[in-house]
């Protein structure tokens, strides 16, 4: 099994940034991909940012060239840097892995944009 450990969540305020980090641990191995999903109260969960074992990303509408995706493949981990942070990008964040059959998630992050 697998199991992904999430940081970096809190309180910031309009315009600051925050680091959230996801480290995995279990029997995972060779090719998969990892992002970040991200959930509102009354709202579907949806993708901010996935990156593939290659490097390459894709990045939610609304985030793009605020948020960064990165990875580190020797120790299974990935790092969404997020900067100048609105209102709207409160919610809960998830990390997430998908390695061949399975999704695996983590227990959440929360990420709250206040004055």
């Known amino acids: 099994q697998v199991q992904l450990v999430e940081s970096g969540g809190g309180l910031v305020q309009p315009g600051g940034s925050l680091r959230l980090s996801c480290a995995a641990s279990?029997?995972?191995?060779?090719?998969?991909?990892m992002g970040w999903y991200r959930q509102a109260p009354g709202k579907q969960r949806e993708l901010v940012a996935r990156?593939?074992?290659?490097?390459?990303?894709n990045y939610e509408d609304s985030v793009k060239g605020r948020f960064t995706i990165s990875r580190d493949n020797a120790k299974n981990t990935v790092v969404l840097q997020m900067n100048s942070l609105k209102p709207e990008d409160t919610a809960v964040y998830y990390c997430?892995?998908?390695?061949?059959?399975?999704?695996?998630w983590g227990q959440g992050t929360q990420v709250t944009v206040s004055s």
């Open positions: 997430n892995l998908a390695f061949l059959k399975s999704i695996y």
């Open positions: 279990g029997s995972i191995f060779g090719i998969y991909a």
């Open positions: 990156i593939t074992n290659g490097g390459n990303t």
